[in-house]
């Protein structure tokens, strides 16, 4: 989708720190990043949400999470948060499915 930021960090249109590929996944770090790390893990191919993923490629909704871990084992940490926010009430901002993982710090729950 040429409109969409996550597609054109994948197609290499738009600059990003990637820090992990897979044959389906990239991982590149956050540009507002919440804690000492915040990467993005984002499916190669276009869906909208984590929901819309799981259903039309299984194996990518799998492998984000796997390259997630890999990229917090990678760094160091052992206790990380994985997060989809899906819905804009929900604070999705970005419509191409991305798995946040976020590490290097505690966290509070419930969250915001
Ligand atoms: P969400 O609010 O869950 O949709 O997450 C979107 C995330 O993308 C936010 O945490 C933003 O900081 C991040 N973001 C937006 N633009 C970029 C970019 N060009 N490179 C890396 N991260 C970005
Ligand atoms: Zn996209």
């Known amino acids: 989708m040429a409109d969409c930021l996550f597609c054109r960090i994948v197609a290499g249109d738009v600059d990003a720190d990637v820090v992990h590929e897979t044959e389906r996944t990239l991982a590149f770090r956050d540009i507002n990043g919440q804690a000492p790390t915040h990467v993005l893990v984002v499916p190669r191919v276009h869906y909208d949400d984590a929901a819309a993923l799981a259903a039309g490629d299984p194996e990518a909704a799998a492998e984000l999470v796997t390259a997630a871990a890999a990229v917090a ?12 926010n899906t819905g804009p009430s929900a604070g999705q901002t970005v419509f191409h499915t991305h798995l946040h ?9 419930p969250p915001g």
């Open 73 to 84: 084992e990678a760094a160091g940490h052992d206790d990380y948060r994985l997060v989809f």
């Open 101 to 109: 993982l976020l590490a290097g710090r505690s966290f509070t729950w």
